[in-house]
T-cell receptor
Framework: DAGITQSPRHKVTETGTPVTLRCHQTENHRYMYWYRQDPGHGLRLIHYSYGVKDTDKGEVSDGYSVSRSKTEDFLLTLESATSSQTSVYFC???????????FGSGTRLTVV | QKEVEQNSGPLSVPEGAIASLNCTYSDRVSQSFFWYRQYSGKSPELIMSIYSNGDKEDGRFTAQLNKASQYVSLLIRDSQPSDSATYLCAVNLRGSNYKLTFGKGTLLTVNP
């Protein structure tokens, strides 16, 4: 997806280990979001950012933290991975609160 | 409670037919409405946005918004097998501090 990249694309990790996912954008958009997508639940917001160092929780934030030290980067950390955090994680960006989001290609995370 | 509702489907239509996808939402104050298309294993892609009552057309796609009925729909004319995907409705709900809330999606299958 043009202007937004996620890394890694796939990751397998063990229960109890910390994991950091990275979202990088070249669009200079103010707003960035982390979603997870699971069968039967759809897309659910984990955390979002409305500027450098400005972040807030979404509906499923327990067990996750985020940081945004630069406009272009938004990091999602699973502090101690659990099997329930096995999911596909999408980063998204938007220019304003009324604009649609552009999604990254996603990270498939498996916690064993 | 889930605030953006979609029929999960699957919705099956023959090639060349009109596919009609529906979405209801809970908040009368919502301002922005979006339709995303998601192919299996891929990230959501924004295909339509609508902000005011009425119809908005873009090629074979028409979005229809009725704020009084809290209803937004997507029509796909001359459906093609390449339209087979999951379609996600997204609304910026006041209750979610205007971040997008997604429906769970409707799976559309277009049969040749």
């Amino acid at each position: 997806d043009a202007g937004i990249t996620q890394s890694p694309r796939h990751k397998v990790t063990e229960t109890g280990t910390p994991v950091t996912l990275r979202c990088h954008q070249t669009e200079n958009h103010r707003y960035m979001y982390w979603y997870r997508q699971d069968p039967g639940h759809g897309l659910r917001l984990i955390h979002y950012s409305y500027g450098v160092k400005d972040t807030d929780k979404g509906e499923v934030s327990d067990g996750y933290s985020v940081s945004r030290s630069k406009t272009e980067d938004f990091l999602l950390t699973l502090e101690s991975a659990t099997s329930s955090q096995t999911s596909v994680y999408f980063c998204a960006i938007s220019e304003s609160q009324v604009d649609g989001y552009t999604f990254g290609s996603g990270t498939r995370l498996t916690v064993v | 409670q889930k605030e953006v509702e979609q029929n999960s489907g699957p919705l099956s239509v023959p090639e060349g037919a009109i596919a009609s996808l529906n979405c209801t939402y809970s908040d009368r104050v919502s301002q922005s409405f979006f339709w995303y298309r998601q192919y299996s294993g891929k990230s959501p892609e924004l295909i339509m946005s609508i902000y005011s009552n009425g119809d908005k057309e873009d090629g074979r796609f028409t979005a229809q918004l009725n704020k009084a009925s809290q209803y937004v729909s997507l029509l796909i004319r001359d459906s093609q097998p390449s339209d087979s995907a999951t379609y996600l409705c997204a609304v910026n709900l006041r209750g979610s501090n205007y971040k997008l809330t997604f429906g769970k999606g409707t799976l559309l299958t277009v049969n040749p």
